[in-house]
């Protein structure tokens, strides 16, 4: 039983779930497991674990973290959070590369997420990433496994806030975004997404979301909606002219089609707005064919009066003496 016991003591050592001093296991070279030991473990804190020294003016060695950092909470009677972050940095000579990517089990994941942040603590900048935020903390932690190594410090957690005041000021200075600068590619046939993607937003509210601009060189939009080929149908009552009129000028805008404030309200769906241009399209080319018709009959009873004129012209001349 003894051989069992104590594998399992130390696995569950070195997942942190005795203390949360820092624990760290070298499992190959820079290949490491590691429990991240918190200097503040208490609600409303809000922190940053610094990944690895980065170029700032001085050549660096190579730094990089490559691997997984896990964050926990959870317990019978508490909300549980899971957060689990991939990240991907490399620092070295006179550059620096990163991005990450994560999977965050908050109901607020809108807000709560990890982030890259670029920091100074103790006169060296640093590439950190800064932990979900919420009330609750990560009572059990945080953990990493993977490739880490770096001139300076290495995974180590520095509490920036509590609850609106701020901690650690002397030595944590110059909190700032980082933008990811990696590519990531997937070669698949096919990438299949259940639930919503957001481009440039953290809370897609449809199927794709996008803010901001989209560049393609064909969209194809299937609907639902019917073609308006029946205005075309004999028994289609065209709109008087004179109802479109007085409609325009009372609403400022188009039958059935929506106002600027709807759109800027409601947003614009572009497969049943070109299907109404279309139908506006189609009204007005039976306008036109009709009142080609109309002038065509103008054309041909002026020709008729004129011609009768003519005549009556002609007969006067021809009656003088």
């Given amino acids: 039983m003894g051989r069992i016991l104590k594998p399992l003591f130390a696995l569950y050592v070195l997942m942190g779930g ?41 050549l660096l060695p190579n730094n990089y ?19 689990v972050v991939d990240i991907r940095s490399s620092s070295a000579y006179n550059t620096t590369a990163a991005a990450l990517t994560s999977n965050d089990g908050d109901a607020y994941g809108a807000t709560a997420t990890w982030a890259l942040k670029t920091c100074m603590y103790n006169g060296k900048k640093y590439l950190a990433l800064q932990v979900p935020y919420l009330g609750g903390q990560h009572s059990g932690g945080y953990h990493f496994v ?13 509490t920036y806030d509590v609850n609106g005041v701020p901690q650690n000021q002397n030595i944590l200075t110059n909190i700032a975004d980082y933008t990811p600068n990696m590519a990531e590619h997937h070669l698949a046939g096919r990438l299949l997404v259940n639930g919503n993607v957001g481009i440039g937003t953290t809370n897609p509210q449809a199927k794709l979301a996008v803010n901001g601009n989209i560049l393609a060189k064909e969209v194809k939009v299937k609907t639902d909606i019917s073609v308006p080929d029946y205005v075309f149908a004999p028994e289609y009552e065209l709109p008087a002219l004179a109802d479109v009129e007085a409609y325009v000028k009372e609403h400022r805008h188009l039958p059935e089609i929506p106002s600027a404030k709807d759109i800027e309200r409601d947003g ?18 039976l306008h036109l064919i009709e009142k080609h018709h109309e002038n065509r009959q103008l054309r041909e009873r002026l020709t008729n009066v004129e011609q009768q004129i003519s005549e009556l012209i002609t007969n006067q001349k021809s009656q003088k003496p």
Avoid: C, F
Wanted: aromatic share 6%; proline share 1%; hydrophobic share 45%.
């Fill in 18 to 58: 005795l203390s949360t001093t820092k624990a760290q296991t070298t499992l190959h070279g820079s290949y490491k497991a590691v429990t991240i030991a918190l200097d503040q473990n208490v609600p409303y804190s809000r922190s940053l674990i610094l990944l690895h020294e980065m170029y700032n003016g001085a």
């Fill in 65 to 83: 973290a490559v691997g997984t950092i896990m964050a926990i909470r959870g317990a019978a009677n508490a909300y549980q959070r899971l957060n």
């Fill in 146 to 158: 993977g490739w880490i190594q770096s001139s300076g410090e290495s995974l180590k957690a520095v």
């Fill in 268 to 285: 614009l769906d572009l497969a049943e707005m070109n299907l109404l241009l279309l139908k506006k399209v189609e009204e007005l080319t």
